[in-house]
């Protein structure tokens, strides 16, 4: 059985408002068996498409290798924007080693209540992904339950939103399409995309996530 450990500790700059929250990195990040195109930090994976997708919002010029600097420009980039970085799963065992979410057993969540009320100033997670089982945001209804609170819908749509009083203060959560390539055939499937696919022939998956996310970090 393969235990797979977040890598990572939560990432909070000073004066976070928001928090991305997803679940794991792929298991290489946990064994230190990265290849050259990774990024050692969150997110970094080289089949990963957030910061692609942030690279083109915010004109980044962003590197994508295994070294100091290129983990340092997405710091610095997190920190002037006032976003922090914190997945909800610490640990998992896994029978086959890959990054499958529904592959994970024997879970231990984060506790991200805590965090929340140790962070007053987060109001927005942004989840990378929806409500599909091992998911962020299935998590983290799972982890309110122990809270005694629950999500309250306020947006439906995709990217569905939700939010949730922690503390006395009203945080917002906001599902947005994960950045992954398992992902791409929900995108293909949803009629929004069709109808610009249909407009626009060389409109593609990331142009989607572009589209999306930027509503959500600008």
């Known amino acids: 059985m393969f235990q797979h450990i977040h890598p990572y500790e939560p990432f909070f700059p000073e004066g976070a408002t928001k928090l991305i929250v997803g679940t794991l990195p792929p298991p290489r990040f946990t064994t230190g068996a990265l290849n050259e195109k990774d990024v050692d930090f969150c997110y970094g994976s080289s089949n990963g498409l957030l910061w692609p997708v942030l690279d083109r919002i915010f004109e980044l010029g962003l590197k994508y290798e295994t070294t100091h600097a290129a983990a340092e420009q997405r710091r610095q980039f997190l920190t002037s924007k006032g976003i922090g970085v914190c997945d909800i799963v610490q640990r998992c065992e896994r029978d086959k080693i ?27 997670l942004i989840f990378m992904g929806g409500n ?9 209804r799972r982890h309110l339950k122990t809270y005694d609170l629950s999500l309250e819908v306020v947006s439906g749509e995709v990217p569905r939103i939700h939010q949730v009083t922690i503390a006395g203060r009203i945080v917002r ?8 390539g398992s992902a791409n055939r929900a995108i293909g499937s949803m009629p929004l995309y069709k109808d610009l696919k249909a407009k626009d022939p ?7 996530r572009v589209m999306q996310y930027r509503e959500f970090f600008i």
């Open 98 to 124: 890959d990054a499958s979410d529904l592959g994970m057993q024997n879970i231990v969540l984060r506790d991200m209540v805590g965090y929340l009320q140790q962070y007053p100033k987060i109001d927005t």
């Open 132 to 140: 599909s089982k091992n998911g962020p945001e299935y998590f983290f």
């Open 173 to 180: 959560t906001i599902s947005l399409t994960a950045p992954s």
């Open 202 to 208: 060389k409109f593609n998956t990331i142009d989607f």
